[in-house]
């Protein structure tokens, strides 16, 4: 008799052991925010969910969905896609009749000023009313007297940043600052005329400010905007292994 005859069935084999990580699910961008997606990619990021309606004001329903960078939100009041960023939630973006236009502030809607880069909507005369600056998103800026500053703000987790401001299209003779949060000046650049300004320092971690100032002797043109825009010097990657190519 074979070894296994009367012997009750076997179990079935076993299933492949799972590793308890499911795959991730994968969304759709809205079709109310897919222009706007276009527009901006990467930096509306992935859709993390389904787009869905929430009460909205007048009894209609508002909609909006989470991205990995934000949330594309569109009220049902104006009827306009737009998208505000993390982390502050101040950077946001519509699409007005096929215009990108772009502000920085608290308002939902977008204000007849914004355009495309994302204009401070101030006024943002010193640190408490500072705008947040975003590495290597330029930002307009209008300053409409002699003698008016525009302030924005920056926060460095690193110890040590290599930090450069760049100003331009400028309609005077403007200068900039970046000062820390005691008030010392930490770097200038105040080149005669309408020259483009700029700065590179090498800063600790903290919180910095950026003051945009026009002479006091000097009439801006308040219809054309400067622009500013923040970025970082890269650091030196590892040194190459030895008979590797250096840095391309």
Same mark, same amino acid.
């Given at each position: 008799?074979?070894?296994?005859?009367?012997?009750?069935?076997?179990?079935?084999?076993? /299933?492949? /052991?799972?590793?308890? #990580?499911?795959?991730?699910? *994968?969304?759709? @961008?809205?079709?109310?925010?897919?222009?706007?997606?276009?527009?901006?990619?990467?930096?509306?990021?992935?859709?993390? /969910?389904?787009? &869905? =309606? @929430?009460?909205?004001?007048?009894?209609?329903?508002?909609?909006?969905?989470?991205?990995?960078?934000?949330? =594309?939100?569109?009220?049902?009041?104006?009827?306009?896609?737009?998208?505000?960023?993390?982390?502050?939630?101040?950077?946001?973006?519509?699409?007005?009749?096929? +215009?990108?236009?772009?502000?920085?502030?608290?308002?939902?809607?977008?204000?007849?000023?914004?355009?495309?880069?994302?204009?401070? @909507?101030?006024? =943002?005369?010193?640190?408490?009313? $500072?705008?947040?600056?975003?590495? !290597?998103?330029?930002? $307009?800026?209008?300053?409409?007297?002699?003698?008016?500053?525009?302030?924005? +703000?920056?926060?460095?987790?690193?110890?040590?940043?290599?930090? #450069?401001?760049?100003?331009? !299209?400028?309609?005077?003779?403007?200068?900039?600052?970046?000062?820390?949060?005691?008030?010392? *000046?930490?770097?200038?650049?105040?080149?005669?005329?309408?020259?483009?300004? &700029?700065?590179?320092?090498?800063?600790?971690?903290?919180?910095?400010?950026?003051? #945009? &100032?026009?002479?006091?002797?000097?009439?801006?043109?308040?219809?054309?905007?400067?622009?500013?825009?923040?970025?970082? *010097?890269?650091?030196?990657?590892? /040194?190459?292994? @030895?008979?590797?190519?250096?840095?391309?």
């Amino acid at each position: 008799m074979p070894p296994t005859q009367g012997l009750a069935p076997s179990a079935p084999p076993p /299933e492949p /052991e799972v590793s308890g #990580v499911q795959d991730a699910l *994968v969304y759709a @961008i809205g079709s109310d925010f897919a222009d706007l997606q276009q527009a901006l990619d990467p930096l509306m990021g992935a859709p993390l /969910e389904e787009a &869905h =309606a @929430i009460p909205g004001a007048d009894g209609c329903d508002d909609e909006q969905q989470r991205t990995s960078t934000g949330l =594309a939100y569109l009220p049902c009041t104006s009827g306009v896609s737009s998208f505000v960023a993390d982390p502050d939630g101040m950077y946001h973006w519509s699409l007005l009749g096929g +215009r990108l236009a772009a502000w920085i502030g608290p308002q939902i809607d977008p204000p007849d000023l914004a355009m495309d880069p994302p204009v401070c @909507i101030g006024p =943002a005369r010193d640190p408490e009313t $500072a705008c947040p600056l975003r590495m !290597n998103v330029a930002v $307009a800026g209008f300053l409409r007297e002699p003698g008016e500053s525009d302030a924005y +703000r920056f926060t460095l987790q690193d110890p040590s940043t290599d930090v #450069v401001a760049d100003l331009t !299209n400028l309609s005077a003779d403007y200068d900039l600052y970046v000062v820390d949060e005691s008030g010392a *000046v930490r770097a200038q650049s105040m080149q005669e005329g309408t020259s483009p300004e &700029h700065v590179e320092q090498l800063l600790a971690a903290g919180t910095y400010y950026v003051y #945009v &100032h026009v002479d006091s002797g000097r009439e801006p043109d308040p219809a054309q905007a400067y622009t500013l825009r923040l970025s970082q *010097v890269a650091s030196p990657t590892d /040194e190459a292994p @030895i008979g590797a190519a250096p840095y391309e």
